[in-house]
């Protein structure tokens, strides 16, 4: 992973999420006309004329607003002043200069790091004389662009890479893990990232649905590299009024489809709800790994008959994912969350388990004999062979006589036969039936 970062820092709607999203190539940040859209820190890795940095997207400042999310936003932006590189300090070019403007540049300053004035919203090739005044602001390097129309990007990545040690930005990529944290509104994901992180990376409150993008932490773990991708919890679909909170569920779900593994946070004194199974189910439906972690476990009597409803009840409403584990934590208290880390390596590694088809057909040619194939209108159904073509989710290719013959309630059977020889805990499995002759 690139070690330098690059920060944007600026006031509320000059545009910062708009030249995120330019710069890193995606439609990552939340854009909308409306002050405070972005609050926690957004990271994505920028490749330009091959080198590599990371670009860190903040809230916008309002240095004398006293507000309980502002005074949230200015710590997490002031702590990203503290690890950045280099800062891009973004300001309105239509607008002109403001004394808000003034007021972000004394507080930049005394982080003391390098900075390059984006001057935003100037898609011209004849620059406005007044662009220069920002000069006054007292930096001496000055970029104009147009992040909305894509002017004059290449002239700040070009700026932005003379800047930079250009030794750690040609750094060699390392294998990365993604791991995504869903699950309802205030179900604890963020302050499990925070725990992770020992960072008070994301913004928490009892605010429900403080987090609106889906945010990405490079976090390692016994010498392995993963990303954390906070998300935004999913809320019933009446509830999703504004276009704020639609794109908020857009990216959770957009989030779940980059992932390797879905670290599934639910609320015990909630409990599993039909919304709960509904996230659960998108993230099974796509494949992907998954561990449920049952949070706030402090805040009941911890007892065996408790966890041991708890876990049927999950069961039996998520019994389409019985291979996923259970761990009970409580973040808050930091209650088994070695557990859960030493569950995540596990899972991450059980993703990528590859069974040789030697053994695979031993396993098939026992359940064969255990149970027989299923027959239909006096034809019964043959499997020849079964071998594993794909990880990450494993992926198995069976070999038959007529695919018409192969019932999913067989499949099942199998599945469980492969699953009691082998540890594929937490992983999902795709079966792809093949006659033979068939492409």
């Not at 602001?137 to 147009?146: A, E, K, Y």
């Not at 040609?170 to 294998?175: K, Y």
Request: glycine share 6%; hydrophobic share 35%.
């Amino acid at each position: 992973m690139p070690k330098q970062i690059v920060t944007l820092v600026g006031r509320t709607n000059v545009g910062k999420s708009t030249l995120f999203n330019r710069l890193v190539g995606k439609r990552k940040s939340i854009t909308e006309d409306i002050h405070g859209v972005t609050r926690d820190r957004l990271y994505d890795k920028v490749t330009w004329l091959s080198n590599e940095f990371i670009l860190e997207d903040t809230g916008g400042l309002d240095i004398s607003n006293k507000e309980t999310m502002n005074v949230e936003v200015k710590d997490q932006v002031n702590k990203a002043l503290d690890e950045a590189s280099l800062l891009l300090f973004v300001v309105d070019g239509k607008e002109g200069l403001s004394p808000y403007d003034y007021e972000i540049a004394n507080e930049i300053r005394k982080h003391n790091k390098p900075v390059i004035i984006v001057v935003n919203k100037i898609d011209t090739h004849n620059t406005p004389e007044e662009v220069y005044e920002f000069y006054q602001l007292g930096f001496d390097s000055l970029c104009v662009v147009s992040a909305e129309n894509s002017y004059g990007l290449g002239d700040l990545l070009d700026e932005i890479i003379k800047f930079l040690d250009k030794d750690e930005l040609q750094e060699e990529e390392r294998e990365q893990t993604k791991i995504a944290i869903i699950g309802k509104p205030n179900a604890g994901k963020s302050s499990l990232v925070n725990l992770l992180l020992n960072d008070e990376r994301m913004i928490v409150t009892d605010i429900a649905g403080t987090t609106r993008d889906a945010v990405d932490s490079y976090w390692q773990y016994n010498g392995k590299d993963y990303v954390l991708i906070d998300t935004a919890g999913l809320r019933r679909k009446n509830k999703v009024k504004e276009s704020l909170e639609y794109y908020s569920v857009r990216r959770t779900l957009d989030a779940v489809d980059q992932s390797d593994i879905c670290l599934f946070l639910i609320d015990q004194t909630v409990g599993i709800t039909e919304q709960d199974a509904k996230i659960a189910g998108y993230a099974h439906d796509n494949k992907k790994a998954i561990i449920i972690a049952v949070n706030k476990w402090d805040l009941s009597e911890k007892t065996d008959k408790l966890a041991k409803k708890m876990r049927e009840d999950i069961i039996t409403k998520l019994s389409f994912m019985r291979y996923a584990p259970i761990v009970f934590i409580s973040v808050k208290e930091k209650i088994r969350i070695k557990k859960l880390l030493d569950t995540i390596e596990k899972i991450n590694e059980n993703y990528s388990k590859r069974i040789t088809t030697g053994i695979l057909n031993d396993i098939l040619q026992k359940a064969l004999l255990m149970s027989p194939p299923p027959s239909y209108k006096g034809k019964r159904l043959k499997i020849f062979y079964i071998s594993q073509v794909g990880v990450r989710p494993p992926v198995f290719l069976i070999n038959v006589n007529s695919k018409q013959l192969m019932h999913f309630s067989y499949l099942r059977y199998l599945e469980n036969q492969i699953r009691e020889n082998y540890d594929f805990e937490g992983v999902p499995f795709i079966f792809k039936v093949k006659e033979r002759g068939e492409e």
